[in-house]
């Protein structure tokens, strides 16, 4: 089992290694643009531009630049800085990461307790009214782009411009730290709207697994012995759990690396909108740190997951 | 000075000679009528030319909620409205202007500058008694002016327009940080500027920029030694505020924290006696970030609230429509103009540069910006607030065939069309258009107005939008990447004078390989010539007339296409008394407002 | 993009006995009892109508939107804003309104329905090539070939391919890269999908070759002498056919669901070309006041991207009876 492990992570390692330098060749292959250029752009001199690019290093060899900037990142955690505003990439991230968790793990937990409640109970009342409404909004959700659910959501309830005037507006995020209440209200939106997708999707997941499992032998014969028919559901909902939770640890993995979207819309100052940001800026630095944040959040997720899914099911070990 | 969102302008003097009030006086609005400034409509809103300076109420805390963060606060390479509003009160250059006035008054200075008859020395006495704020706390001399200036060429600091007005001062072209020549300091509170050239009057009347605010040189030089120069993050203030910064001085992280907030607190070493500001306010917390239709609504339904950008259009409508005495008009903002290639490609034919003039529908064009409460046809070069502008033609411009009809003409483009060499009236050579265009908006909505036009006249397009700084910085500012067109370039004055207005954008002599603010590369011999005699013009009046006359010859080469002078609209909340500045599109200055 | 990864990844990662073929031989052929079983999915069935009419509106574009007497999609009209410049909404003239520049919404949507559908299927339909290739080729020769591909699609699934996506399209945005391959617009739209989502393909390919591989009919065909090539291709595929249909049909609204994505945050089509993401990004600033050209446009991309969903379920009980409806 700990070979697996450790064979697990360092090719998690690698892979991180070889997304780091994708990225690096990608962004500087196709550069949005020339630092240098934007930022001495306020400036017409020339020989002021070729100062800024050996002031940010960008003049010398490419594999050089690689080399440094690996070096930094995996020996002393230093990301760089940014080319705008001067500041640290690693502070940059570390000041915009509290937004995104914060919009991750909220809607992490509506997915699992929405996705699986609505899931189990469509399951359970099978081709009822409810069941076929659960099922059918979720399929309109799944289907709905969530940028455009946000925008829905801010036009209906936005305290600022919505008709009726219910949640904080677009803009409105701060720290939790700093005013919890106001923290909780102005995600309440964002964390529907980043949720519905996979909620959705989780309950349709968890509807048709729950379904499968209950028509197991297993479950005829735990019913026959006359046990309760909570425990049996409950015997039902632990098998049929599997899955889901794969796809769970995939998924935050994945979104930790995706918010831009919903950021953008609710105007949260995450990770994801700094990457956007910097990208069209061509703000390398920062545009490496947190392509690499995302990639890290991906790999380790995966990671976990292949891990709990080795524990499972053994044959997994020996691939 | 070339603006990414909107741009600086310092709407100034019409004056035929610097006669400057000895103390900015609560005088209501002079000496605007030649530029033009009068004559534009503001809707019958509230405007920075009819506004009261005094009367406000003592005390309370302004928030300010602004989209846009700043793009620098060091005074040395501040180069944009939303960084002004700030900088100007933080830092007391050596002259400043009034909020309504287009005449300068002495800031630092104690009077107005004084140029020999050779014009080729500026020299000008400092107030005494101002002091640094905290940690500084020292009085201002002569030498920090003389800092202030010498920095501009370090090249951490890159100040973006030391070259162009004070490149003429003694040792300044070879610069590069240190002591300059020509800027000597004979006593603690006089300053002289030995120019190389007979350029006074130009230098005269920079010195209202912020490169000119005293920066303490044993406070900001271990600063200005890191690539780039961290001083805005420790920088001390001349002003009646000052960003909020710790005990040792350290700004960011408090008085501004990037992306987030900015905060003004008073400055304790400020005394009223030195400065003709009267400085209401005790607190502006400024708030970055949101949307700007949201951002409007706040302002509108707020309070102690105002917005100090331009507003999204839609607020803009709801302001005018309901909420009248909270919104205010400011013309002279600058311009926005179509810049197409006159040295490769199908746009170095002057002809079919006055076809797309004459075919383009600049109405239209400003009914997207939000219709005729803020934006007025542009019909040449010169806008409205600039000395020079009624020389050229006024609101009207040049009668020619291809600028009578705003409405665009079609008859007139064809003609034109035909003149270039197609018979049919519509291009057929094979070059397919580069369009580099803004995707904000909504300059986004002008560059399609501009493809769809182009397609009209014949033409292929490759359409494309993309962020301003991109724009500028990869596209439209680089000459080697041959851009046909730029449908979304934008200038402003850096003060007024006409030649900040045409010089660096249509001189052939300003043409770089990088940064180029001649963005159609225009670079006819006669016109160059012509803005070489008149930059060294000191008479006033001369001089405004040989810009115009250079205006004149612009138009008709039809260097660029304009299409709009920009009126700024500006927003304040219910129990603001704004007081707007006309010289920096009518935002609100934070040394002059109250609350009711 | 990120919700569709459950959808593909099927509960135990891939393997084949959920699809229910093989095992009995059945009376009648695998492919006549789908169609039975399909054509008694009438929510499937409307969806592939549907779908068939969005596909025909779609390419006969023109056709449709002057018989319905609107303008073209491009044809700007300032005369339908107000003089704030604020668009004018819903009427009879323009049922869903008019844009910024006054151009009708309802044309810009029909003719929006190309760009979706094009970079939607052809995008899938690149992606699903190179997945079946790869998959198959992992799957079936197993070893270091194996190893090989299943870790570069590694590489591939750990790249957030949005912000990858907004970078390529960011800097190919003027006058395109790799000397013109990479043009803006549509086709690095879909060159992006093809290079996020090939490996989701990718991995369920191999998985079911995988399966496939130890099946008797491979087996026999092998004992008969037959070549590597043969085998993959008279027995494997035609098996792979119907699951990879499957996916690919539920793959189609992701990857449409990610150009409106793309176009949402400004790299995607380029102006005056219609797409329903832009459309919504045009919208944002204005939405509160005018609403009908933020809402109709989302609302098309819902549609177009449900009916896919519900054919595709529908495809995929169509094909495995065993499945709990």
Same mark, same amino acid.
């Given at each position: 089992?700990?070979?697996?492990?450790?064979?697990?992570?360092?090719?998690?390692?690698?892979?991180?290694?070889?997304?780091?330098?994708?990225?690096?060749?990608?962004?500087?292959?196709?550069?949005?643009?020339?630092?240098?250029?934007?930022?001495?752009?306020?400036?017409?001199?020339?020989k002021?531009?070729?100062?800024?690019?050996?002031?940010?290093?960008l003049? #010398?060899?490419?594999?050089?630049?690689?080399?440094?900037?690996? #070096?930094?990142?995996?020996?002393?955690?230093?990301l760089?800085?940014?080319?705008?505003s001067?500041?640290?990439?690693?502070?940059?991230i570390?000041?915009?990461?509290?937004?995104?968790?914060?919009?991750?793990?909220?809607?992490?937990?509506?997915?699992?307790?929405?996705?699986?409640?609505?899931?189990?109970?469509?399951?359970?009342r099978?081709?009822?009214?409810?069941?076929r409404?659960?099922?059918?909004?979720?399929?309109?959700?799944?289907?709905?782009?969530?940028?455009?659910?946000?925008?829905?959501?801010?036009?209906?309830?936005?305290?600022?411009?919505?008709?009726?005037?219910?949640?904080?507006?677009a803009?409105?995020y701060?720290?939790?730290?700093?005013?919890?209440?106001?923290?909780?209200?102005?995600?309440?939106?964002?964390?529907?709207?980043?949720?519905?997708?996979?909620?959705?999707?989780?309950?349709?997941?968890?509807?048709?697994?729950?379904?499968?499992?209950?028509?197991?032998?297993?479950?005829?014969?735990?019913?026959? #012995?006359?046990?309760?028919?909570?425990?049996?559901?409950?015997?039902?909902?632990?098998?049929?759990?599997?899955?889901?939770?794969?796809?769970?640890?995939?998924?935050?993995?994945?979104?930790?690396?995706?918010?831009?979207l919903?950021?953008?819309?609710?105007?949260?100052?995450?990770?994801?909108?700094?990457?956007?940001?910097?990208?069209?800026?061509?703000?390398?630095?920062?545009?490496?740190?947190?392509?690499?944040?995302?990639?890290?959040?991906?790999?380790?997720?995966?990671?976990?997951?292949?891990?709990a899914?080795?524990?499972?099911?053994?044959?997994?070990?020996y691939? | 000075?070339?603006?990414?969102?909107?741009?600086?302008?310092?709407?100034?003097?019409?004056?035929?000679?610097?006669?400057?009030?000895?103390?900015?006086?609560?005088?209501?609005?002079?000496?605007?009528?030649?530029?033009?400034?009068?004559?534009v409509?503001?809707?019958? *809103?509230?405007?920075?030319?009819?506004?009261?300076?005094?009367?406000?109420?003592?005390?309370?805390?302004?928030?300010?909620?602004?989209?846009?963060?700043?793009?620098?606060?060091?005074?040395?390479?501040?180069?944009?409205?939303?960084?002004?509003?700030?900088? *100007?009160?933080?830092?007391?250059?050596?002259?400043?202007?009034?909020?309504?006035?287009?005449?300068?008054?002495?800031?630092?200075?104690?009077?107005a500058?004084?140029?020999?008859?050779?014009?080729?020395?500026?020299?000008?006495?400092?107030?005494?008694?101002?002091?640094?704020?905290? $940690?500084?706390?020292?009085?201002v001399?002569?030498?920090?002016?003389?800092?202030?200036?010498?920095?501009?060429?370090?090249?951490?600091?890159?100040?973006?327009?030391?070259?162009?007005?004070?490149?003429?001062?003694?040792?300044?072209?070879?610069?590069?940080?240190?002591?300059?020549?020509?800027?000597?300091?004979?006593?603690?509170?006089?300053?002289?500027?030995?120019?190389?050239? $007979?350029?006074?009057?130009?230098?005269?009347?920079?010195?209202?920029?912020?490169?000119?605010?005293?920066?303490?040189?044993?406070?900001?030089?271990?600063?200005?030694?890191?690539?780039?120069?961290?001083?805005?993050?420790?920088?001390v203030?001349?002003?009646?505020?000052?960003l909020?910064?710790?005990?040792?001085?350290?700004?960011?992280?408090?008085?501004?924290?990037?992306?987030?907030?900015?905060?003004?607190?008073?400055?304790?070493?400020?005394?009223?006696?030195?400065? *003709?500001?009267?400085?209401?306010?005790?607190?502006?917390?400024i708030?970055?970030?949101?949307?700007?239709?949201?951002?409007?609504?706040?302002?509108?339904?707020?309070?102690?609230?105002?917005?100090?950008?331009?507003?999204?259009?839609?607020?803009v409508?709801?302001?005018?429509?309901? +909420?009248?005495?909270q919104?205010?008009?400011?013309?002279?903002?600058?311009?926005?103009?179509?810049?197409?290639?006159?040295?490769?490609? $199908?746009?170095?034919?002057?002809?079919?540069?006055?076809?797309?003039?004459?075919?383009?529908?600049?109405?239209?064009?400003?009914?997207?910006?939000?219709?005729?409460?803020?934006?007025?046809?542009?019909?040449?070069?010169?806008?409205?607030?600039?000395?020079?502008?009624?020389?050229?033609?006024?609101?009207?411009?040049?009668?020619?065939?291809?600028n009578?009809?705003?409405?665009?003409?079609?008859?007139?483009?064809?003609? +034109?069309?035909?003149?270039?060499?197609?018979p049919s009236?519509?291009?057929?050579g094979?070059?397919?258009?580069?369009?580099?265009?803004?995707?904000?908006?909504?300059l986004?909505?002008?560059?399609?107005?501009?493809?769809?036009?182009?397609?009209?006249?014949?033409?292929?397009?490759?359409?494309?939008?993309?962020?301003p700084?991109?724009?500028?910085?990869?596209?439209?500012?680089?000459?080697?990447?041959?851009?046909?067109?730029c449908?979304?370039?934008?200038?402003?004055?850096? *003060?007024?004078?006409?030649?900040?207005?045409?010089?660096?954008?249509?001189?052939?002599?300003?043409?770089?390989?990088?940064?180029?603010?001649?963005?159609?590369?225009?670079?006819?011999?006669?016109?160059?010539?012509?803005?070489t005699?008149?930059?060294?013009?000191?008479?006033?009046?001369?001089?405004?007339?040989?810009?115009?006359?250079?205006? !004149?010859?612009?138009?008709q080469?039809?260097?660029?296409?304009?299409?709009?002078?920009?009126?700024?609209?500006?927003?304040?909340?219910?129990a603001?008394?704004?007081?707007?500045d006309?010289?920096?599109?009518?935002?609100? !200055?934070?040394?002059?407002?109250?609350?009711? | 993009?990120?919700?569709?990864?459950?959808?593909?990844?099927?509960?135990?990662?891939?393997?084949?006995?959920?699809?229910?073929?093989?095992?009995?031989?059945?009376?009648?052929?695998?492919?006549?009892?789908?169609?039975?079983?399909?054509? @008694?999915?009438?929510?499937?069935?409307?969806?592939?109508?549907?779908?068939?009419?969005?596909?025909?509106?779609?390419?006969?574009?023109?056709?449709?939107?002057?018989?319905?007497?609107?303008? /073209?999609?491009?044809?700007?009209?300032?005369?339908?804003?107000?003089?704030?410049?604020?668009?004018?909404?819903?009427?009879?003239?323009?049922?869903?309104?008019?844009? @910024?520049?006054?151009?009708?919404?309802?044309?810009?949507?029909?003719?929006?329905?190309?760009v979706?559908?094009?970079v939607?299927?052809?995008?899938?339909?690149?992606?699903?090539?190179?997945?079946?290739?790869?998959?198959?080729?992992?799957?079936?020769?197993?070893?270091?070939?194996?190893?090989l591909?299943?870790?570069?699609?590694d590489?591939?699934?750990?790249?957030?391919?949005?912000?990858?996506?907004?970078?390529?399209?960011?800097?190919?945005?003027?006058?395109?890269?790799?000397?013109?391959?990479? @043009?803006?617009?549509?086709?690095?739209?879909?060159?992006?999908?093809?290079?996020?989502?090939?490996?989701?393909? /990718?991995?369920?390919?191999?998985g079911?070759?995988?399966?496939?591989?130890?099946?008797?009919?491979?087996?026999?065909?092998?004992?008969?002498?037959?070549?590597?090539?043969?085998?993959?291709?008279?027995?494997?595929?035609?098996?792979?056919?119907?699951?990879?249909?499957?996916?690919?049909t539920?793959?189609?609204?992701?990857?449409?669901?990610?150009?409106?994505?793309?176009?949402?945050?400004?790299?995607?089509?380029?102006?005056?070309?219609?797409?329903?993401? @832009?459309?919504i990004?045009?919208?944002?600033?204005?939405?509160?006041?005018?609403?009908?050209?933020?809402?109709?446009?989302?609302?098309?991309?819902?549609?177009?991207?449900?009916?896919?969903n519900?054919?595709?379920?529908?495809?995929?009980?169509?094909?495995?009876?065993?499945?709990?409806?």
């Amino acid at each position: 089992m700990t070979a697996y492990i450790v064979r697990r992570v360092l090719w998690g390692i690698a892979l991180l290694v070889i997304v780091c330098a994708l990225t690096f060749v990608l962004f500087r292959v196709f550069p949005t643009a020339n630092p240098a250029q934007l930022r001495a752009g306020r400036s017409p001199q020339p020989k002021v531009i070729h100062e800024i690019e050996r002031v940010l290093g960008l003049n #010398k060899s490419l594999s050089t630049q690689f080399f440094d900037y690996v #070096k930094n990142v995996f020996l002393h955690f230093n990301l760089g800085y940014s080319y705008y505003s001067d500041e640290s990439v690693r502070s940059l991230i570390s000041e915009r990461l509290p937004a995104t968790i914060s919009l991750t793990l909220g809607a992490g937990v509506l997915w699992i307790v929405g996705g699986l409640g609505v899931g189990i109970l469509s399951a359970l009342r099978r081709h009822s009214l409810l069941d076929r409404l659960a099922m059918g909004g979720a399929l309109v959700l799944v289907s709905a782009p969530e940028f455009w659910l946000g925008l829905i959501a801010l036009f209906l309830f936005a305290q600022d411009i919505g008709q009726w005037r219910i949640f904080p507006g677009a803009g409105s995020y701060v720290g939790i730290t700093s005013d919890p209440w106001q923290w909780f209200t102005s995600m309440i939106m964002p964390w529907f709207v980043l949720a519905s997708g996979s909620a959705a999707v989780f309950a349709r997941l968890m509807r048709g697994s729950l379904i499968e499992t209950m028509g197991e032998d297993y479950i005829r014969t735990a019913r026959a #012995k006359g046990l309760a028919e909570r425990r049996v559901v409950r015997h039902g909902v632990r098998s049929a759990i599997n899955p889901i939770v794969t796809l769970f640890g995939l998924e935050i993995g994945t979104l930790l690396g995706g918010t831009v979207l919903i950021e953008t819309v609710f105007n949260i100052p995450g990770v994801g909108r700094l990457a956007y940001d910097s990208i069209t800026t061509a703000d390398f630095s920062v545009i490496q740190g947190t392509v690499l944040l995302a990639a890290m959040f991906i790999i380790v997720a995966n990671i976990v997951v292949d891990i709990a899914y080795a524990y499972l099911d053994p044959r997994v070990r020996y691939s | 000075m070339r603006s990414i969102r909107v741009p600086a302008a310092t709407a100034l003097a019409m004056t035929l000679v610097l006669a400057l009030a000895a103390c900015g006086s609560s005088s209501s609005g002079s000496g605007n009528s030649g530029s033009g400034a009068s004559a534009v409509s503001t809707g019958g *809103f509230q405007s920075p030319t009819t506004q009261a300076l005094t009367g406000g109420k003592r005390g309370g805390t302004l928030v300010v909620l602004n989209e846009s963060d700043f793009e620098s606060l060091d005074p040395g390479v501040a180069y944009y409205n939303v960084d002004y509003e700030v900088v *100007f009160a933080t830092q007391r250059p050596l002259y400043s202007q009034e909020p309504n006035s287009v005449e300068p008054s002495p800031d630092m200075a104690s009077g107005a500058p004084e140029v020999s008859s050779d014009e080729k020395t500026v020299t000008v006495h400092l107030r005494e008694g101002v002091h640094f704020s905290p $940690p500084v706390n020292r009085e201002v001399t002569s030498e920090d002016v003389a800092y202030a200036i010498e920095r501009g060429a370090n090249e951490n600091v890159a100040n973006p327009y030391f070259q162009s007005y004070f490149g003429s001062v003694e040792g300044a072209e070879k610069a590069s940080g240190g002591p300059i020549k020509g800027i000597e300091t004979p006593n603690k509170h006089t300053i002289v500027l030995h120019l190389s050239e $007979p350029k006074a009057q130009l230098v005269a009347h920079a010195l209202v920029l912020p490169l000119t605010a005293a920066v303490p040189r044993e406070y900001a030089q271990r600063f200005d030694k890191n690539k780039p120069s961290d001083y805005a993050n420790y920088q001390v203030a001349t002003g009646p505020y000052m960003l909020e910064n710790d005990a040792a001085g350290k700004v960011l992280g408090t008085g501004y924290i990037p992306g987030k907030s900015a905060t003004l607190v008073r400055n304790p070493n400020w005394s009223p006696k030195t400065d *003709f500001r009267p400085a209401y306010l005790n607190e502006i917390d400024i708030k970055l970030g949101g949307t700007k239709a949201v951002i409007g609504r706040q302002v509108l339904e707020g309070t102690n609230v105002v917005e100090n950008e331009l507003p999204a259009q839609s607020i803009v409508k709801l302001a005018a429509e309901r +909420y009248k005495s909270q919104l205010e008009i400011s013309p002279g903002a600058g311009t926005h103009y179509i810049a197409v290639n006159n040295k490769v490609g $199908p746009f170095s034919n002057v002809d079919v540069r006055k076809a797309l003039w004459a075919a383009l529908d600049r109405t239209a064009m400003n009914k997207a910006r939000g219709g005729a409460l803020v934006a007025d046809v542009m019909t040449h070069f010169l806008y409205p607030t600039i000395p020079g502008f009624n020389q050229a033609g006024g609101l009207a411009g040049l009668k020619v065939d291809y600028n009578e009809h705003p409405e665009g003409d079609a008859a007139v483009a064809e003609k +034109y069309m035909k003149l270039a060499g197609y018979p049919s009236g519509k291009y057929t050579g094979g070059h397919t258009l580069v369009v580099v265009g803004d995707r904000g908006n909504p300059l986004e909505q002008d560059a399609e107005i501009v493809n769809q036009t182009l397609k009209s006249l014949g033409f292929t397009t490759k359409f494309t939008l993309v962020e301003p700084n991109v724009m500028y910085g990869k596209y439209c500012g680089v000459p080697k990447e041959e851009i046909d067109v730029c449908p979304s370039v934008a200038w402003g004055a850096d *003060f007024p004078d006409p030649q900040t207005v045409l010089d660096n954008t249509f001189n052939g002599k300003s043409i770089v390989s990088t940064g180029n603010n001649n963005w159609g590369q225009t670079n006819d011999p006669k016109i160059n010539a012509a803005m070489t005699a008149a930059e060294t013009i000191n008479d006033q009046a001369a001089r405004e007339a040989a810009w115009a006359k250079i205006d !004149d010859e612009l138009v008709q080469d039809a260097a660029a296409i304009p299409f709009d002078w920009d009126k700024q609209a500006n927003i304040e909340g219910s129990a603001v008394r704004g007081v707007g500045d006309l010289w920096d599109s009518g935002e609100w !200055d934070y040394n002059y407002s109250s609350l009711k | 993009m990120s919700a569709g990864a459950a959808e593909l990844l099927p509960p135990g990662g891939g393997g084949f006995e959920f699809l229910g073929l093989g095992g009995d031989i059945a009376a009648r052929s695998p492919l006549q009892l789908f169609w039975r079983r399909l054509r @008694q999915d009438r929510i499937a069935l409307a969806s592939l109508a549907f779908l068939v009419l969005l596909i025909a509106v779609a390419i006969a574009a023109p056709l449709v939107v002057s018989l319905l007497g609107l303008p /073209g999609p491009d044809v700007q009209n300032l005369n339908l804003t107000d003089s704030f410049g604020s668009p004018l909404g819903p009427s009879l003239a323009h049922p869903f309104g008019v844009d @910024q520049l006054g151009e009708d919404v309802m044309s810009r949507i029909i003719y929006g329905a190309r760009v979706s559908l094009e970079v939607g299927i052809l995008g899938t339909a690149i992606a699903t090539a190179i997945g079946v290739v790869f998959g198959t080729l992992a799957g079936f020769y197993g070893g270091w070939v194996d190893t090989l591909l299943a870790r570069t699609m590694d590489v591939f699934l750990s790249i957030p391919i949005l912000l990858l996506g907004l970078g390529v399209a960011a800097a190919c945005s003027v006058r395109g890269c790799a000397a013109g391959l990479i @043009q803006p617009g549509l086709s690095v739209i879909i060159f992006l999908i093809a290079v996020a989502t090939w490996p989701y393909m /990718g991995r369920i390919v191999r998985g079911l070759v995988l399966s496939l591989r130890e099946r008797e009919f491979v087996q026999a065909s092998r004992a008969l002498g037959a070549s590597d090539a043969r085998i993959m291709f008279r027995e494997i595929l035609p098996n792979l056919a119907a699951p990879v249909i499957v996916y690919a049909t539920l793959q189609v609204p992701l990857n449409i669901l990610f150009e409106a994505g793309l176009s949402y945050l400004g790299i995607g089509v380029r102006p005056p070309t219609a797409s329903w993401g @832009q459309m919504i990004a045009a919208a944002t600033p204005i939405f509160n006041t005018a609403w009908w050209y933020m809402v109709f446009p989302g609302a098309a991309l819902l549609l177009t991207v449900l009916a896919f969903n519900l054919l595709g379920d529908g495809l995929r009980d169509a094909l495995n009876p065993r499945s709990a409806r």
